[in-house]
Every structure is written in C-alpha cells, then in structure tokens.
C-alpha cells in the first residue's frame, strides 16, 4: 500500500506551478497517494492528485482563523503520514498536527522577513521591522518542532542553518517545455515576451516603452494578471501600447507554447530588497524554451544566468530596447546564449534533476 502525504495551502491556488505541477505530480510519480488541500469549490482527483477544497477567503483574517480550522478538519481527515504546508499563516494547524505526531515540512517559498519590511500597507517602518524580528523568532521555533524546511534560494538556508533545511530551486520541468508546441510556426515580425504578474516594480510600463524605442517592429506578448484595472489603463496611455498583445492569465503548459514562439524572453524586474538575491522562475522557463533573455542588471542575476541573457536597467527603457535589438541584430550572440541555456539546463537548472532532493527527503522522513 503506498504512502499517503498531504500538502497544504490557503494561499495559493490549487493549480500552483510548484506546488501542484513540481511537487504533487513528482511525488505521484514516485508511487505516493497525494491529496493537496487548497481554495477550491470541489473535491475532485486531477492528474492522480486527489484535491480537496476549502473555501476562498480575500479578507487576510478571515483566512487566517476560519482557514486554519478549515484546514484542521481537512488535515486530520485526510490521515496521512506527512503534511507539507506552504503558507507561513498555516503554522498554528500544522503546529497542532505536530503535537498529534505527525512528520511536518515547512516550504518557505520566500524570505518571509524581508517581504515584511517591503509591505508598506503593514505600517511604519518601525512596526514592520518588529514584525519582521517575530517573524524570524517564529522561523527558529519551526526549525526546532517540525521535521524539515524547505528555501528556494540558497541565501536563506545559509541563514537558516541546519541540517533540516533543504535547497529545493523553482527550476522548470524540462519534459514541459520540449513537449509544448509552439503557436506560431514563422514570424511575421519579431515577438518578444513577458510572462508573469503584471505590476510596477515587474518592469511593465518600461518594457512597453522599450518596444515603442526598439529600431525593429516588435510585437510585445503580455501573459499574467494584471494587478488592477488602475494600472493597466496607465499602460495603455504609454507610447508603445498599440504593439502590445494581453495573451491573458495562461495555463502553465500554454506559457511555454507562447515562450517557444517568441524571440526573446523578458525578465526586467526593478531591484527591490526581495528580489536582489532571489531566482526568477520565467528566466528559467526561458531557458528551457531556447530563447535567449533580457534581464535586470541585478548582481546576482549576472552570476546566474551569464551567457544566457544580456543585462540592462530595468528603469531604463531605452537601454532594454537597445539589448533587444542586440540580440535580433547579432544571430551568433543569440545562438551562443541559446547553447549555454541548454547547457545548463540539461545538467542543473531542471525540476527533474532538483527534484531529486524532494525525493530523498521525503523516503528520509518516512523511513524513521
């Protein structure tokens, strides 16, 4: 009989990539019954993974108390062996499945005190910086009670310590994008896209600036959420927007259809605290599509992805049209960033190889 585990979250969707698309599916792979309890109107079993729903709460309180208990009753119902939560506001339940002898994973998907003090909407800087120390006191006390964490950068288990911290990087499924089918087969003009949240401080409204500046006639594919009506009508007042196709909030296996059409990969996000040390998700995907990228001058971007991308200012919208029209103007740049992202790919920056770890730990957790 195989072993049952159960992840958890409140907070993100029940079709998340990592959560749903790497983790889950991995771990039925693995010959493990998977039930993710997740914001969900039904109960219902989708590519093996058995999900059970809870009910979808916007107000932050509400989904902290009524969530909790939502996913108390759910947890305990669902009898398994390991629960692995994703959202820090789902400690207090897990805690309690603790203390009933259950094996618990944290997976910490950001720097939670960081993101604390970038959260102007918390109040004064003083008050965030409280927060963000309880926040780290928290964090100690779940390396003490629960069995395993999990970081996504290699930063933050070099903060945390331990032998229970465990590196698992967002990397793309590989075998995703070589199946995905590219929708268009020759280009009438050059494509260049942008898949991800559509806000300020993801670059947007420069990166419709840079194709209005681009010498090429450039179209520019916009794929995510924007987010607020608010922001994307200022986007449409931009010289640039009449180049611009919204491509909607897509599937995760429809992105890398898009991706593998387009010329180039866009990844300008400006430099926030969060984001200085953090890995891009789409500028993997990127990779994994074969398309050549621009990117944030970040420090620690340039260590990752050199050979693999040209860097520019992301407030700068002339400099990031000028690295477009470097790579349409230059096909043997273009083809050598193209064979080092499959390099790289091939032998560390794929799910398939960094879920591996995900594997181990848990055959090491449910061995004892």
């Not at 809870?54 to 107000?59: E, K, L, S, T």
């Not at 931009?238 to 866009?266: C, F, Q």
């Not at 390099?343 to 879920?355: G, P, Q």
Request: hydrophobic share 45%; net charge positive; charged share 25%.
């Amino acid at each position: 009989m195989s072993e049952r585990i159960c992840h958890i979250t409140t907070v993100h969707s029940p079709f998340d990539t990592r959560i749903f698309h790497k983790e889950c599916i991995t771990l039925v792979k693995e010959g493990y019954e998977v039930i993710l309890i997740a914001p969900h109107p039904m109960d219902e079993k989708i590519k093996r993974v058995q999900l059970r729903g809870i009910p979808v709460h916007r107000n932050r309180l509400k989904r902290f108390f009524i969530g909790n208990w939502n996913v108390v009753i759910k947890a305990f119902s669902a009898k398994a062996r390991l629960y692995h939560y994703h959202d820090p506001e789902l400690f207090f339940a897990c805690l309690l499945l603790r203390l009933c002898g259950k094996k618990i994973i944290y997976d910490m998907h950001e720097d939670l005190p960081k993101q604390v003090m970038i959260k102007n909407w918390m109040g004064s800087k003083v008050f965030r910086k409280l927060i963000s120390y309880l926040v780290k006191m928290l964090e100690w006390f779940e390396l003490k009670m629960f069995n395993a964490i999990i970081v996504v950068v290699p930063e933050l288990q070099n903060r945390l310590g331990t032998n229970k911290t465990i590196l698992l990087r967002n990397f793309p499924r590989k075998e995703l994008a070589e199946s995905a089918v590219p929708v268009l087969k020759s280009f009438p003009e050059p494509v260049v896209i942008y898949a991800g949240g559509l806000t300020k401080v993801r670059g947007v409204r420069e990166l419709i600036n840079a194709v209005a500046l681009s010498k090429h006639n450039l179209r520019l594919w916009l794929a995510g959420k924007w987010e607020s009506e608010t922001f994307r009508d200022e986007c449409k007042e931009i010289t640039g927007w009449d180049r611009v196709i919204e491509l909607g909030n897509l599937p995760h296996e429809e992105v890398y259809r898009y991706m593998k059409s387009s010329a180039i990969g866009m990844c300008t996000l400006y430099e926030t605290e969060n984001v200085k040390v953090s890995l891009p998700v789409k500028g993997f995907e990127y990779m994994a599509c074969h398309i050549p990228m621009v990117m944030s001058a970040i420090r620690y971007w340039e260590k990752i992805f050199s050979g693999c991308a040209l860097f520019c200012d992301p407030l700068n919208a002339q400099q990031i049209a000028g690295c477009i029209d470097q790579i349409l103007d230059d096909e043997m740049l273009k083809k050598n960033m193209i064979a080092k992202s499959d390099e790289l790919i091939a032998n560390e920056y794929s799910w398939e190889v960094e879920s591996l770890k995900l594997v181990r730990l848990y055959k090491h957790l449910l061995a004892k």
